[in-house]
Every structure is written in structure tokens, then in C-alpha cells.
């Protein structure tokens, strides 16, 4: 059985930083891309970042709204995900999901499984 555990989330001040983990088993983790989206109340669920199943020769994807300000890696060898999140702003606050999937995409409807989310709070 699949499993995606994330953890890291808390309440940060405005400016601050966070580093996002999703602890991945029950499948060969190096065979599949990995994503982080979030979902704020009463909004959709959106694409964060995703990073290809060929690490480190394979590419990151970021949404507009974090670019340059997020960064996604993994490490392979610990089966684990992970979203680096800087200068975070209020707008940034949600609850942020790790998704497993064969290729890296945008869409969430292209991810087979998904952790239970941890709350991100950024306080003005």
C-alpha cells in the first residue's frame, strides 16, 4: 500500500521560510515523479511544484505565484519529497499535499495518490 506522510507545516511569520517533507512507501519511490499542491479555504486545490522521477538529470516545474521563491528536491535514497519555501506570504497559506505519479504534470487529476496535507500558516 502506497503511503505519502508530510510534515513540517506550522505558522510563520510573513518573510519567513519552512521546508515542507513527505515521507514516500510502498513503492519504488525513484520511479516516480513527485508534486506538491496546495488548497486554501473555499478555493481549489493548485499546482505548486513537481520534480521528475529522473533526479538529478531530470527537470522541476514551479507555478508562477512561488517561482523563485520555492524549491522542490528529493532525495531517492530516503524515498522523501521536499518543498523549500522562502519569503512566504500570506497568500501562501494552505493546506499543502505531496502526490505521487508516473510523470511529473500540473494537474492533479494526474496523481494516483496523495499524503493527508499539512497546514502552512503565514501570518501578516
Known amino acids: 500500500q502506497v503511503q505519502l506522510v508530510e510534515s513540517g507545516g506550522g505558522l510563520v511569520q510573513a518573510g519567513g521560510s519552512l521546508r515542507l517533507s513527505c515521507a514516500a512507501s510502498?513503492?519504488?519511490?525513484?520511479?516516480?515523479?513527485m508534486g506538491w499542491f496546495r488548497q486554501a479555504p473555499g478555493k481549489e486545490r493548485e499546482f505548486v511544484a513537481a520534480i521528475s522521477r529522473s533526479w538529478p538529470s531530470g527537470h522541476t516545474y514551479y507555478a508562477d505565484s512561488v517561482k523563485g521563491r520555492f524549491t522542490i528536491s528529493r532525495d531517492n535514497a530516503k524515498n522523501a519529497v521536499y518543498l523549500q519555501m522562502n519569503s512566504l506570504k500570506p497568500e501562501d497559506t494552505a493546506v499543502y499535499y505531496c502526490?505521487?505519479?508516473?510523470?511529473?504534470?500540473?494537474?492533479?487529476?494526474?496523481?494516483?495518490?496523495w499524503g493527508q496535507g499539512a497546514q502552512v500558516t503565514v501570518s501578516s
Open positions: 502526490a505521487s505519479s508516473y510523470e511529473a504534470t500540473m494537474t492533479p487529476g494526474g496523481y494516483d495518490y
Open positions: 510502498g513503492r519504488t519511490f525513484s520511479s516516480y515523479a
